[in-house]
């Protein structure tokens, strides 16, 4: 028993459920993942696929994420955390827009981001 508590601290494993801060965050960072695929991409059509490969190994945080926002309690936690870092989003979402114009005519690039809002 000894054994098995001190591998679970020595690997780090959280006994705890992540707090609204932690869940928002995983969210924003699953959101510039995704989105930093799609920039980085010389077409469209290659920022489609690598946006929706991205988002496949992140689809956790967006499910998270929007658990979070149907979850006034717990939105409500987050709130503070969002709004200290709303700098950060703000160029988040300007990225996106971006990103949104310029594929606008892709309709992978577009169901990519319709996935992040609906995983």
């Known amino acids: 028993m000894r054994r098995w508590l001190l591998l ?8 705890h459920a ?6 928002a965050e995983r ?3 699953a959101h510039a993942l995704v989105i930093a695929a799609g920039e980085r991409a010389p ?10 490969r991205v988002f496949v190994a ?6 998270d994420a929007v658990a979070l926002d149907h979850d006034k ?4 936690e987050a709130t503070a955390y969002l709004e200290a ?10 990225r996106m827009e ?6 606008a005519d892709d309709a992978t690039v577009q169901a990519a981001f319709r996935q992040m809002e609906n995983p």
């Open 98 to 103: 971006a990103l949104s114009e310029r594929c």
């Open 85 to 94: 870092h709303d700098d950060r989003y703000a160029d988040l979402e300007t």
């Open 18 to 23: 992540p707090t609204p801060a932690e869940v």
């Open 73 to 76: 309690a717990r939105l409500a």
């Open 27 to 29: 969210g924003w960072d």
């Open 43 to 52: 077409t469209c059509a290659e920022a489609g696929a690598a946006m929706q």
């Open 8 to 15: 679970l601290a020595l690997c780090g494993c959280k006994d």
């Open 58 to 63: 992140n689809r956790q945080a967006f499910v």
